[in-house]
């Protein structure tokens, strides 16, 4: 039988936890959301439906960077990343949170991107490196998988090409397998083989999961697609006009000392 000061300390140790946990989730939301600079316009928030996601952990290493002066956690500069375009050098590194069926991701992949990388990552100003995510349900899961799949054949960003210039308009496409894999075919994905096995891989998968658990519960990101600045606190959210985009990136780059 317990007594009651024993049952006193065991809750007040569970309540000590809770607070503990909360004070840590506060102190990363304001760390990438509560203190970024978010732009004004945003015309295209991807909000359409509920944003749905895994609440498996992440186990992405996470280095102290959140701090004004220090390079965000989430900048990864690795040179065999093949979720990333630009110098891994580049003085800014603006890294995006996508979702393969997020209507707005596509918006920014066609349209908005191609600019942004003529002007900055063509010049090595800015390095975009991507974080893939699953905001809407187990078809989002498995095309990030796939994603991940082609980028573990050094065709990451082409996979995203062929997958975003094949989205809809409006609403999320359905992305079965067979259409997946067909993606891989058109991004040159050398062996199909590998990457139907890759894509399947249970592992692949909860690393999409626990990437999309770390945006939304450690970061506290809502929609997406989402961008963070490597300075560790300016953030931008949505598929914004290229000019937004590009006074947002003027202004890292100032601060970086590199116009």
Not at 78 to 91: C, F, L, Q, W, Y
Not at 221 to 238: H, K, T
Request: glycine share 8%.
């Amino acid at each position: 039988m317990v007594d009651g000061s024993s049952r006193t300390a065991k809750q007040g140790r569970k309540r000590t936890a809770y607070i503990v946990v909360a004070i840590v989730a506060v102190v990363a939301f304001l760390a990438m959301v509560g203190v970024a600079q978010f732009t004004s316009g945003n015309t295209n928030p991807s909000s359409d439906g509920a944003a749905q996601g895994s609440s498996s952990s992440s186990n992405e290493n996470a280095n102290d960077g959140s701090s004004s002066g220090h390079e965000g956690e989430w900048v990864r500069r690795d040179t065999k990343d093949s979720a990333a375009i630009g110098d891994v050098n580049a003085p800014v590194v603006i890294t995006e949170w996508t979702d393969p069926r997020c209507p707005f991701c596509a918006h920014f992949h066609n349209d908005i991107l191609p600019e942004l990388k003529k002007k900055y990552v063509d010049t090595g100003k800015v390095r975009f490196e991507f974080v893939t995510v699953a905001f809407f349900g187990e078809q989002s899961a498995a095309a990030g998988a796939a994603m991940e799949a082609a980028g573990k054949q050094g065709k990451y960003h082409e996979y995203a090409d062929a997958l975003y210039a094949a989205a809809p308009e409006k609403g999320h496409p359905d992305l079965p397998e067979k259409t997946l894999v067909k993606f891989a075919e058109e991004a040159g994905v050398g062996d199909i083989d590998q990457f139907r096995k890759d894509m399947n891989d249970q592992t692949l998968i909860d690393a999409v999961n626990g990437s999309t658990a770390k945006a939304q519960q450690y970061y506290g990101i809502q929609a997406v697609p989402f961008f963070a600045a490597s300075d560790g606190e300016s953030a931008m959210r949505g598929a914004q006009p290229v000019e937004n985009f590009s006074k947002f990136i003027d202004e890292q780059l100032t601060k970086a000392d590199a116009r």
